[in-house]
C-alpha cells in the first residue's frame, strides 16, 4: 500500500461477456510511481490495463487522485489523462509519424500547447523527429513503439499504462525504450503501470510490483521485495 497512493483500485472485477477475467483485483500506485504486473499468459495482464483505461467492462472501484473512474469510457478516462499503450502499439500504420502524433493530442486544445508537446516528444525520441513524414508502417519495431509511447504523451498523461513494451524488439532497444520511459517518470512525475514478460526489465525501473495469477494479485511489494521472493525468481527471473 502506497502512502501517497495516486492511483487506488478495489476488488476490480472485469471479463469478456460472460467470462470473468479478473476477480477481485486491488492495488494502489503512488504518484510519480511506476508499478510492474507480472504474471504468467492469460492471467489478466492486458485485460486489467483494459480495465483501466475504460476498454473492457468493470465492477468494483477505480480511483485516479480520488476522482471515480470506474466505468468511464476511454475518451472520457483519456481526458482525465490515462494514456494506454496497447500490446501492439496501435499506431495508425498508413499515418505519417506527425499525424500519429498529433492524434495522441486529439482530446486537447490550443495548438501552440501541442506543437511544443511534439517537441518535447523529440526531446526523448529524436529519432521519430528525423522520421515525420515517413508513414508509421515503414518504421522498425522499436521505432513504431517509440511513436506509440510519445503518441501516449502527446495527452500530457497523469497515468501511462504500458502493455509489453519490449515485445518483439531486440535487447538493446528494449533497453533503451525503458531507460526513456523511467526518464519521462522522472521529468514529468508521470505514474506509470507497465506489464512487462521481461521481468529483469520491468524490475530494474518500477519501485513497486504486482503478480498476477488466474485474475488475482497473488504477491506484492516493492521492486526489491518481488525480486527476492523464491517463486518470482524461479517462475519469471530464471534462477534459483
Ligand atoms: P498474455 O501475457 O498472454 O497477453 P495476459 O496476462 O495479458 O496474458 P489477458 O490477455 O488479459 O492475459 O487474458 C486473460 C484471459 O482473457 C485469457 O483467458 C484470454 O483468453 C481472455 N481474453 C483476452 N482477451 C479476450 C477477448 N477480447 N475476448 C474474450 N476473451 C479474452
Known amino acids: 500500500m502506497s502512502e501517497n497512493a495516486f492511483l487506488t483500485v478495489t476488488d476490480l472485477r472485469a471479463g469478456y461477456g460472460g467470462a470473468r ?9 503512488g504518484q510519480g510511481e511506476i508499478c510492474a504486473i507480472l504474471g504468467p499468459n492469460g492471467a489478466g495482464k492486458t485485460t486489467l490495463l483494459r480495465a483501466l483505461s475504460g476498454m473492457v467492462r468493470v465492477r468494483g472501484d477505480v480511483r485516479l487522485d480520488g476522482a471515480d473512474l470506474a466505468g468511464r469510457s476511454p475518451d472520457t478516462l483519456a481526458r482525465q489523462g490515462v494514456a494506454h499503450v496497447p500490446e501492439g502499439r496501435g499506431t495508425f500504420m498508413p499515418l505519417t509519424v506527425e499525424e500519429n502524433l498529433r492524434l495522441g493530442a486529439f482530446v486537447r486544445r490550443g495548438r501552440g500547447a ?6 518535447r516528444v523529440y526531446t526523448y525520441f529524436p529519432v521519430l523527429k528525423t522520421r515525420l513524414t ?23 498523461p497523469r ?27 522522472e521529468e514529468e512525475r508521470t505514474t506509470v503501470v507497465v506489464v512487462e514478460q521481461n521481468a ?18 497473488v504477491l506484492s511489494g516493492s521492486a526489491e ?8 525468481a524461479q517462475s519469471y527471473l530464471g534462477y534459483r
Not at 529483469?200 to 494479485?217: D, N, P, T
Request: charged share 20%; proline share 2%; no cysteine.
Open 21 to 29: 477475467v479478473l476477480h477481485g483485483v486491488s492495488l494502489t500506485v
Open 114 to 119: 501541442v506543437n511544443d508537446d511534439l517537441e
Open 134 to 156: 515517413q508513414v508509421a508502417g515503414s518504421l522498425s519495431g522499436g521505432e513504431q513503439q517509440m511513436l506509440a509511447i510519445g503518441r501516449a504523451l502527446m495527452l500530457r
Open 159 to 185: 497515468l501511462l499504462l504500458l502493455d509489453e513494451p519490449s515485445l518483439g524488439l531486440a535487447p538493446m532497444v528494449t533497453q533503451e525504450l525503458f531507460r526513456i520511459v523511467r526518464a519521462v517518470n
Open 200 to 217: 529483469h526489465l520491468a524490475l530494474s525501473v518500477a519501485q513497486q510490483a504486482h503478480v498476477l495469477e488466474s485474475g488475482r494479485i
Open 225 to 232: 521485495q518481488i525480486r527476492a521472493d523464491e517463486q518470482v
